[in-house]
């Protein structure tokens, strides 16, 4: 991959998505909107700082939704990125790290506070609709029809049945840690995950990165695993229209790894 451009932001970034020519960042300060339609050329359309640690964001119409740790969850105007501006914001019991836009609702990895629904057809009015104290630490979730897939930290892959969103429970678990050589011990720290078909990614910090087959949701099976001299702490697909890309977040490197789609 070679290098097109690069943009100073307020802080360190911690999670960008991209909807069309338009990135949204969050760092620890808030949320920053670049126009991404020159590559070689960013430009920051507009930022907003947010009173915790953002560490998520996903975008639903005009509306951005950043998780921002012990602050909360916050609904953010996008519409005019010169003058965005926080509608809405609910409190969450841990600290929200990971969450996921998808309908009306947001899912939110809330750390020791595990998965919590939140009801965001009103922006301008979150609302609890439910949550569960997931037994590891939630960082990341993703979403694919009722399932929430949940990488919980040291206790690995979590999925999660939410069809009823007030209490939903844990239909399947894996743990996607490695085997420390000197104790013994299983380690694990699924922080990162990503999704294709029946197959999730997991990144596990020391223990790589780990590739589970979820096809039988009551019984995820790790088919593979990948390591490197340092930690994985997260892992994003890009698809073209041949092939997808893994790229993993390494904390010295970025590791692309190509796969041809038949």
């Not at 020159?38 to 951005?64: C, H, M, Y």
């Not at 836009?101 to 922006?123: C, E, F, K, M, T």
Request: proline share 5%; glycine share 10%.
């Amino acid at each position: 991959p070679l290098l097109s451009a690069t943009l100073d932001t307020i802080s360190m970034p911690n999670n960008i998505v991209v909807v069309g020519n338009t990135a949204y960042v969050v760092n620890g300060d808030g949320l920053t909107i670049v126009d991404i339609t020159d590559l070689k050329a960013p430009q920051i359309t507009g930022d907003i700082e947010t009173p915790g640690f953002a560490r998520g964001v996903a975008v639903s119409g005009n509306t951005a939704f950043v998780s921002d740790e012990a602050a909360g969850v916050h609904a953010i105007d996008i519409s005019n990125p010169k003058s965005m501006k926080i509608t809405s914001t609910i409190v969450t019991s841990g600290k929200a790290y990971g969450l996921m836009a998808s309908g009306n609702r947001v899912y939110v990895a809330d750390w020791r506070g595990g998965l919590q629904i939140i009801d965001a057809g009103n922006p301008g009015s979150l609302e609890l609709l439910g949550s569960i104290d997931t037994p590891g630490h939630a960082y990341k979730v993703t979403v694919v029809g009722e399932t929430a897939f949940i990488a919980d930290g040291w206790k690995g892959l979590r999925l999660l049945d939410i069809t009823n969103p007030v209490l939903p429970p844990t239909i399947g678990q894996v743990d996607t840690g490695a085997l420390n050589a000197e104790t013994g011990l299983m380690e694990t720290d699924a922080v990162g995950i990503a999704m294709t078909g029946n197959l999730i990614y997991v990144a596990d910090r020391k223990g790589g990165l780990k590739v589970v087959d979820i096809s039988s949701p009551a019984s995820p099976q790790i088919l593979s695993t990948l390591t490197a001299p340092s930690i994985f702490n997260d892992v994003a697909l890009v698809t073209t229209l041949h092939t997808w890309r893994i790229k993993i977040l390494d904390c010295k490197w970025w590791i692309a790894v190509n796969r041809s789609i038949q």
